[in-house]
T-cell receptor, first 115, second 116 residues
Framework: AQSVAQPEDQVNVAEGNPLTVKCTYSVSGNPYLFWYVQYPNRGLQFLLK??????LVKGSYGFEAEFNKSQTSFHLKKPSALVSDSALYFC?????????????FGKGTRLSVIA | GAVVSQHPSWVICKSGTSVKIECRSL??????MFWYRQFPKQSLMLMATSNEGSKATYEQGVEKDKFLINHASLTLSTLTVTSAHPEDSSFYIC????????????FGPGTRLTVL
């Protein structure tokens, strides 16, 4: 079975400081990993994905994530947080060879960037 | 490319009525679409997998007679909430799978349903 854990319900960071939102996963075989952001009353916005290749993935709005196979992690990072980054962040996973299996989402982490 | 639309974006209805939500893949064909439900401040929970030309596969605990799914074409899936009740109020998000090397999913903007 596939699963995603986002251990933090809430992350608070000061504007200009680096931010990290944690994600660990469990899947059979190689994973496809995704990060999405959701603003209030809006749908999901795609940030970045890891399919294969370099472990460090760069995405939208200055975000990046590092795939760590040994730790089964895919933490989201940004060097300098903006107040506008305040939102709900979801990590998602599916197995690379899982056929028609849909993405499984973590419970989400609310990021609050304080000016 | 890979745009998914949903209609309506929000709907308010009276208890006991039925509501239909449409999900369209605008620039690709999707043999498989997924319907998720999201309660306030919670994660997305998969409701069902919709396959073009066949019956949907529902997740455990989801009433198939209440949440009717039709995937009549390669670009359209519909979710009908029948005899809606206030507890059905939620944010419904569809996702379409684009066939290819990674079979990536693309998400619609969501539909906010409020049942009075």
């Amino acid at each position: 079975a596939q699963s995603v854990a986002q251990p933090e319900d809430q992350v608070n960071v000061a504007e200009g400081n680096p931010l990290t939102v944690k994600c660990t996963y469990s899947v059979s075989g190689n994973p496809y990993l995704f990060w999405y952001v959701q603003y209030p009353n809006r749908g999901l916005q795609f940030l970045l994905k890891y399919i294969t290749g370099d472990n460090l993935v760069k995405g939208s709005y200055g975000f990046e994530a590092e795939f760590n196979k040994s730790q089964t992690s895919f933490h989201l990072k940004k060097p300098s947080a903006l107040v506008s980054d305040s939102a709900l962040y979801f990590c998602a996973v599916r197995g690379a060879y899982s056929g028609n299996t849909p993405l499984v989402f973590g419970k989400g982490t609310r990021l609050s960037v304080i000016a | 490319g890979a745009v998914v639309s949903q209609h309506p974006s929000w709907v308010i209805c009276k208890s006991g009525t039925s509501v239909k939500i449409e999900c369209r893949s605008l620039d690709f064909q999707a043999t498989t679409m997924f319907w998720y439900r999201q309660f306030p401040k919670q994660s997305l929970m998969l409701m069902a997998t919709s396959n073009e030309g066949s019956k949907a596969t529902y997740e455990q605990g989801v009433e198939k007679d209440k949440f009717l799914i039709n995937h009549a074409s390669l670009t359209l899936s519909t979710l009908t909430v029948t005899s809606a009740h206030p507890e059905d109020s939620s944010f419904y998000i569809c996702s379409a799978r684009r066939q290819g090397e990674t079979n990536e999913q693309f998400f619609g903007p969501g539909t906010r349903l409020t049942v009075l």
